[in-house]
């Protein structure tokens, strides 16, 4: 049995053209879902998010970071808006509304997936999903 | 104190930020050094010289992923010019002096 999933959310074709997420943006725009961040800390929660399975390195952490700025889904910090003075010296980002409503979708995607899977009962045995 | 294998570890990934793509070398070159001392800091503390060798590992993967794909883009015209050249002097060479 096919659901096809509907979309109430309008986003720019930019946008659309990323989707489905790469496992580096979505658990970017997971960390920074849970709150702002500087770029140890992302990398550190994309690490505790995906079970371990998504290492990202440095590389890849700020060409992930560069590119989300670029389009508008993350934005950083000005240093007066940061909460601790000691984090002065660190660039600190955040989600934006965009990139909530990107996050978002994604997760209800994801959602509609899982849905698909436990009604043609192919959830494997001793999954966490069950 | 800091260990050794950690300072040098970082004055090693300093000198091979060269790696990256130039324009994230700009804007991130400060925070890609940065990142990876905290790693490397932490990855000493946990595991050592497992720790140490884990990290490494996950920076060559990284490169591999980032710097590689950047570095053989910018080779890709210099490598064909040169291949394209050379072909064409040794067809000229060859209608020249066919004999040869």
Redesign the interface.
């Known amino acids: 049995m096919l659901v096809k999933p509907k979309s109430k959310l309008d986003l720019p074709d930019e946008i659309r053209a990323l989707q489905p997420l790469t496992p580096a943006v979505f658990y970017t725009l997971f960390a920074l879902a849970n709150g702002e961040k500087h770029g140890y800390a992302i990398m550190q929660s994309v690490k505790g998010l995906s079970n371990d399975s998504v290492r990202m390195g440095p590389g890849t952490l700020y060409t992930t970071i560069q590119r989300l700025l670029k389009i508008d889904l993350i934005e950083e910090l000005t240093p007066r808006k940061r909460a601790e003075e000691s984090e002065r010296r660190r660039r600190v980002y955040r989600l934006s509304g965009l990139g909530r409503r990107v996050f978002d979708e994604e997760v209800s995607r994801l959602g509609a997936v899982l849905r698909q899977v436990r009604l043609n009962k192919l959830i494997p045995r001793g999954s966490e999903a069950r | 104190m800091i260990s050794l294998a950690v300072s040098i570890s970082i004055e090693a990934f300093q000198r091979l930020v060269i790696l990256?793509?130039l324009?994230?070398r700009r804007?991130?070159g400060d925070?890609?050094?940065?990142?990876?001392s905290?790693?490397i800091e932490t990855a000493w503390e946990e595991n050592a010289w497992r720790g140490i060798a884990g990290a490494w590992l996950?920076?060559l993967?990284?490169?591999a992923?980032?710097?590689l794909p950047c570095l053989a883009a910018r080779l890709a015209v210099p490598v064909l010019t040169a291949v394209i050249s050379s072909v064409w002097f040794t067809l000229a060479l060859t209608a020249i002096n066919p004999s040869r």
């Open positions: 990256y793509p324009d994230l804007e991130f925070d890609l050094v940065e990142v990876f905290q790693q996950n920076v993967a990284d490169y992923a980032v710097a």
